[in-house]
């Protein structure tokens, strides 16, 4: 059972346009929502992270959408970059056991 | 650059061959875990430990599968009869907290089993 769920699969956008990325979980307890992105041959870095106690959370062009009663979050990328092209990750986890549950990610194109 | 070390970047073992990864985590990071990233890049959580104590583990009944991290010594993941379906990016991360799960990956290491 796939406990956090992503979707698209793929996305390509034009440079300049807004990227939105999706992702839901099963879990209600979790309380934790990491986003990591991922380049071709190297690791996954955190990028933007939220808890509950927000809907929103922004830094720079990257901004989390929390809806907690739907379970969904999105990532939304404005003003897209071609050094945006990654795998991005959306994650979720219980704040005090530590472990990541990650979904299958969204290999995300920007066309320049 | 990752501050967490893993050794070696890759392996190649054939079916039946013992396959040892090592990661050093990030300086004062007492939290270690381990994931396989297979090549439709799904994560599988394997183990994570809280300085030299187990925290979490995946039911490893194969008994294929062991890690430790001792103290004073780099921690390591063990496969000890490589199969064909092991073959995948082992990732080792580390977290500053034993909870706040921030976790700051190495470059992994990549088994090939051929």
């Known amino acids: 059972q796939q406990q956090v769920r992503q979707s698209p699969q793929s996305l390509t956008v034009w440079e300049g346009e807004t990227a939105i990325l999706n992702c839901s979980y099963e879990?209600?307890?979790?309380?934790?929502f990491p986003w990591y992105w991922q380049f071709p041959r190297e690791s996954p870095a955190l990028l933007i992270a939220?808890?509950?106690?927000?809907n929103k959370k922004e830094d720079g062009r990257f901004t989390i959408f929390f809806n907690k009663r739907e379970k969904k979050l999105s990532l939304h990328i404005t003003d897209s970059q071609p050094g945006d092209s990654a795998t991005y990750f959306c994650?979720?986890?219980?704040?005090?056991?530590?472990?990541?549950?990650f979904g299958q990610g969204t290999k995300l194109s920007i066309k320049p | 650059n990752s501050k967490v070390i893993q050794t070696p970047r890759y392996l190649v073992k054939g079916q039946g061959q013992k396959a040892k990864m090592r990661c050093i985590p990030e300086?004062?990071?007492?939290?270690v875990f381990w994931y396989q990233q297979n090549k439709n890049n799904e994560f599988k959580f394997l183990i994570n430990?809280?300085?030299?104590?187990?925290?979490?583990q995946i039911d490893m009944t194969e008994k294929r599968f062991s890690a430790e991290c001792p103290s004073n010594s780099p921690c390591s993941l063990e496969i000890q009869s490589s199969e064909a379906g092991d073959s995948a990016l082992y990732l080792c991360?580390?977290?500053?907290?034993?909870?706040?799960?921030?976790?700051?990956f190495g470059e992994g290491s990549r088994l090939i089993v051929v």
């Open positions: 991360a580390s977290s500053p907290t034993g909870t706040g799960n921030t976790l700051y």
């Open positions: 430990f809280q300085n030299q104590e187990v925290l979490q």
């Open positions: 300086k004062g990071h007492p939290v």
């Open positions: 994650a979720a986890s219980l704040y005090n056991q530590g472990k990541l549950i």
């Open positions: 939220i808890r509950p106690v927000s």
């Open positions: 879990d209600s307890t979790f309380d934790y």
